[in-house]
Each structure stands twice: as structure tokens, then as C-alpha cells.
């Protein structure tokens, strides 16, 4: 049982290059989130999507966009790479229901922006 | 604000010892509680859920106080394995937006 798989596990851009972070899980969940974390802040919500179809900015969207492309996908993209940015990035999901609300976090990506 | 508040420590606490560590709510909706744990490089992993009546599992107690709106958990005979980041998740709406507080990071010394 896979869980959540992120990709790439690690990256270096140079400031003003694009990329995307993938994420996909395999337990049929309805909610998924990016997370990202800097030293001393904690986990810091980008954006979610409660479900399939919606997305919402969390508490640090700016600089980012996310798509869901399904129910089993949900990309993180950088338009424009900033230095600030330079973070451990966690894609996450949860169930959301009474059956199943443990939160599954991806194994994470670490980028690095130059 | 926050919607969840911990102490970011660090806790050095030695080997034997008996610690406790808070998460205090500013949203009374939320309706569940956790503890995550989070070892250095790793992603975080649920350690166990809070209930109402408080639960322990092993050497690990949670407990819930809904009127003060926080959640605690103690470590007794703290084993250095026990040395990580222990986090709680806020889920308003359901399991709709889900944010963590900085986490409370625990380092127990030899």
C-alpha cells in the first residue's frame, strides 16, 4: 500500500524557474493538502481541497497554485521560484469522515531554490 | 492567530523523566484531537487519537479539555526514542482546512 507519493523528493531551482510537485494517494480520500515547513515554524498550510473539483487557499498560498486533477491527485506549482520558498514540502490527506480521519502525510520534498 | 497554539520548546528532558506538553484551541469547532509525531527529516505520523474521557496508550497519556479548549499529552519514563516533534492538528470544518501548531519538540538526554 503506496499511501501518499510525492515527487520529486528533492530539488534545486534557480530563482524565476517553474516546477510542479506531484502527489497522489491510493486510498480514496476526499481531502488533500500541501504543506510546507521551515525551521522553527511548523507545518504551514498552502492550499487544500476538501474535494474533488474545489481548491482553497490555506495559510500561505501566495507564490503558489495548485490543481486537482482527480480524486487521487493534487499538484503544488511554483510559477516563479523565490529564494524565500527554499522549504521541505508535504502533501497530506485525510478521509474526512467518521470511518477514517487519520491524516497520511506524503514521505516529503525538499527544494531548494538558488 | 493561530487556530492551535503549542509550546515550541525544546523539552530536554533526561532519560526516566515524566513530561507533559499542551495544544490549546482558539476554534471550538474543532471536533477531534490527535497527537502527530515527527522525527528530524520525516514526515509526521499519527501517535494517537484524544478522547473525551482521555486514553492512554503505554507510557503515553492524552487527555481533553474541552472548557479550556486544549489537549495534553504525557510521556512517562521517557525513552530516547521518544526524541521528536509532537504536533496537533486543528480540522475546522470537518476535516475541510486543516492547520497544525509549530509542534512542541522533545529531546530526552542520556
Known amino acids: 500500500n503506496a499511501g501518499v507519493t510525492q515527487t520529486p523528493k528533492f530539488q534545486v531551482l534557480k530563482t524565476g524557474q517553474s516546477m510542479t510537485l506531484q502527489c497522489a494517494q491510493d486510498?480514496?480520500?476526499?481531502?488533500m493538502y500541501w504543506y510546507r515547513q521551515d525551521p522553527g515554524m511548523g507545518l504551514r498550510l498552502i492550499y487544500y481541497s476538501a474535494s474533488e473539483g474545489t481548491t482553497d487557499k490555506g495559510e500561505v498560498p501566495n507564490g503558489y497554485n495548485v490543481s486537482r486533477l482527480n480524486k487521487r491527485e493534487f499538484s503544488l506549482r511554483l510559477e516563479s521560484a523565490a529564494p524565500s520558498q527554499t522549504s521541505v514540502y508535504f502533501c497530506a490527506s485525510v478521509q474526512g469522515s467518521d470511518s477514517g480521519n487519520t491524516i497520511y502525510f506524503g514521505e516529503g520534498s525538499w527544494l531548494t531554490v538558488v | 492567530r493561530k487556530e492551535v497554539e503549542q509550546d515550541p520548546g525544546p523539552f530536554n528532558v533526561p532519560e526516566g523523566a515524566t513530561v507533559a506538553f499542551n495544544c490549546t484551541y482558539s476554534?471550538?469547532?474543532?471536533?477531534?484531537f490527535f497527537w502527530y509525531r515527527q522525527d528530524c527529516r520525516k514526515e509526521p505520523k499519527l501517535l494517537m487519537s484524544?478522547?473525551?474521557s482521555g486514553n492512554e496508550d503505554g507510557r503515553f497519556t492524552a487527555q481533553l479539555n474541552r472548557a479550556s479548549q486544549y489537549i495534553s499529552l504525557l510521556i512517562r519514563d521517557s525513552k530516547l526514542s521518544d526524541s521528536a516533534t509532537y504536533l496537533c492538528?486543528?480540522?475546522?470544518?470537518?476535516?475541510?482546512?486543516?492547520?497544525f501548531g509549530t509542534g512542541t519538540k522533545l529531546q530526552v538526554i542520556p
Open positions: 484524544v478522547y473525551s
Open positions: 486510498m480514496n480520500h476526499n481531502s
Open positions: 492538528p486543528s480540522n475546522s470544518g470537518g476535516y475541510q482546512k486543516v492547520t
Open positions: 476554534n471550538s469547532a474543532s471536533q477531534s
